[in-house]
């Protein structure tokens, strides 16, 4: 059994800053990539950003120069630093976790269960 658990949505005014964090844990043999995801209303789920285990970072465009990712490897956890707030980051903000269980190394991916981040104009 694998879980996520995601802390830090909450409500924020326009050009605030919020900080996500999710930690992974339970049967984890290894893990690669772990990032983070929105879906707005009535859209679909999309990337924000995302990290390796190398430290190589992705963003979405409409988030570079606003958004910082980072992970602590020792603690299997991955912080989204988000500053810069606007309303069209309101979105449920999932982890995301690819990893694997066992020594086989089949890597599979694993979701939080979403935090709401509501911004303000």
């Known amino acids: 059994q694998v879980q996520l658990v995601e802390s830090g949505g909450g409500l924020v005014q326009a050009g605030g800053s919020l900080r996500l964090s999710c930690a992974a844990s339970g049967s984890i043999y290894s893990l690669d990539v772990m990032g983070w995801y929105r879906q707005a209303p009535g859209k679909r789920r999309e990337l924000v950003a995302r990290i390796d285990n190398g430290g190589a970072t992705n963003y979405a465009e409409s988030v570079k120069g606003r958004f910082t990712i980072s992970r602590d490897n020792a603690k299997n956890t991955v912080t989204l630093q988000m500053n810069s707030l606007a309303s069209e980051d309101t979105a449920v903000y999932y982890c995301?976790?690819?990893?694997?269980?066992?020594?086989?190394?089949?890597?599979?991916?694993?979701w939080g269960q979403g935090t709401q981040v509501t911004v303000s104009s």
């Open positions: 995301n976790a690819r990893l694997s269980t066992d020594w086989r190394r089949l890597l599979r991916d694993y």
